[in-house]
């Protein structure tokens, strides 16, 4: 088992590897270093064009992979009761074949992310902990106004 | 963590939610029955009427799951100093959207898998212990055969 000390939210460059047949794409290892306990693995998926967000996780950490597709990620930190709504990315980021890379999410982070791949896009989610609505907090996306994201 | 009874492959049927921006397909939780404790996830790909295999894992438990394409997966439990070539399967199944469902393999099985769909056929293993090459026998596709299956 590896643990997290990171807070901040990190990319892992993973590899792919070609085969005749077809190929394999690593996902995660127990000894990586981002590998933060299992709970659940499970996939979303979000259609071109249409962006799923914003979501924080008070107590799960993320760790995603992108095998089909391309998915924008855009991440911030405000605080659960922040009186703004102009907030700052800490990561704004393309993931899928081009950037092949896995994204490590701590709690405490607003997460959205938006269907950039016209084929089918699909993410990964290899998370510490079972689903558990309660740890999650959704906010509709026009709550928070980031540059060249959504409408503004 | 779960930790297996069964001897046997088994399939184990998974949901898909739908959601206005694309959906969220379950793959398999620490609590599930058919989880054998987690070492690795890795996705491998199958191109369009190709096959990989065979492939016998002395440790490792598969927990497999297509969230693209439709991929047939055979196994079979021929023993490993099988003099003769001729094999019945225990399993034979096309797993993907039309059957969204986990395919766990104790080891001691004999698995080969087709890309059966157009689209990218991808699957993910969640394997209870990383990649160890050692613990791995490769034979070629054509030393077992298989009814309907491959040339045969």
């Known amino acids: 088992m590896g643990g997290i000390d990171n807070t901040q939210p ?64 855009v991440v ?7 009186t703004g709504r102009d907030v700052v990315p800490v990561l704004d980021v393309i993931l899928g074949s081009t950037q092949y890379s896995r994204l490590t999410v701590p709690p405490g982070y607003w997460v959205a992310f938006e269907g950039v791949g016209r084929e089918r896009n699909i993410l990964l989610n290899v998370a510490d902990i079972e689903h558990e609505p309660s740890e999650a907090i959704n906010y509709p996306l026009d709550f928070f106004r980031v540059p060249n994201f959504h409408q503004f």
Chains 1, 2 share one sequence.
């Open 10 to 73: 990190f990319l892992t460059p993973l590899k792919i590897i070609e085969q005749a047949q077809g190929g394999v794409m690593h996902g995660i290892k127990a000894s990586d270093h981002s590998f933060a306990g299992f709970g659940e693995a499970y996939f979303s998926t979000v259609n071109f064009g249409l962006i799923k967000g914003w979501k924080l996780h008070r107590k799960m950490t993320l760790n995603l992979v992108v095998p089909s597709g391309e998915i924008r990620f």
């Open 76 to 82: 911030h930190s405000a605080s659960e009761n922040y």
